[in-house]
């Protein structure tokens, strides 16, 4: 099979929740208010994949594709593909492949991860200077 290369990502991303894997740029989100039969998930752009000796690569995405297959879903029958973390092989969402019908179309490339399977990165830094909200009275 292989040894995995994880690709690192630059910038505000979304993470694996049980590999801590990075996944996708916050950047690429489409929709936030997206929703799956588990809950919440986003649904992102897909831009920056192709296709090569019949492998789907994903660059500054680590995932894995599954095989497609035709699956009713909340907004009717699609085409999709399962979508794998490539450090824990959990699924996390699935790929629009093809859409059936007309209004549906937008999602086909489209990448959807379910939000309980992913973390937000934060690459906020905090100033280790700073003190507790307290009144003026009780700073020298």
């Known amino acids: 099979m292989g040894r995995v290369f994880l690709v690192e990502l630059d910038g505000k991303y979304y993470r694996c929740k049980f590999c801590e894997s990075p996944l996708a740029l916050a950047d ?11 809950g919440r998930a986003y649904l992102f752009e897909n831009a920056s994949v ?6 789907i690569l994903f660059y500054r995405v680590n995932v894995t594709v ?3 297959e035709d699956r009713l879903m909340m907004s009717g029958v699609h085409t999709v593909a399962d979508i794998f973390c490539c450090g824990c092989g959990q699924l996390l969402g699935w790929k629009y492949m093809e859409a059936r ?3 549906q179309k937008y999602k086909e490339g489209k990448v959807v991860l379910e939000r309980w399977r992913i973390n937000e990165d934060s690459n906020e830094e ?9 009144g003026d009275q009780e700073y020298p």
Not at 28 to 38: A, E, P, T, V
Not at 50 to 55: A, G
């Open 28 to 38: 690429d989100i489409l929709s936030r208010s997206f929703n799956c039969r588990q």
């Open 50 to 55: 192709t296709v090569m000796f019949e492998f």
């Open 66 to 68: 599954g095989p497609e």
């Open 101 to 103: 019908e007309k209004h």
């Open 126 to 134: 905090f100033n280790a200077d700073a003190r507790r909200n307290l």
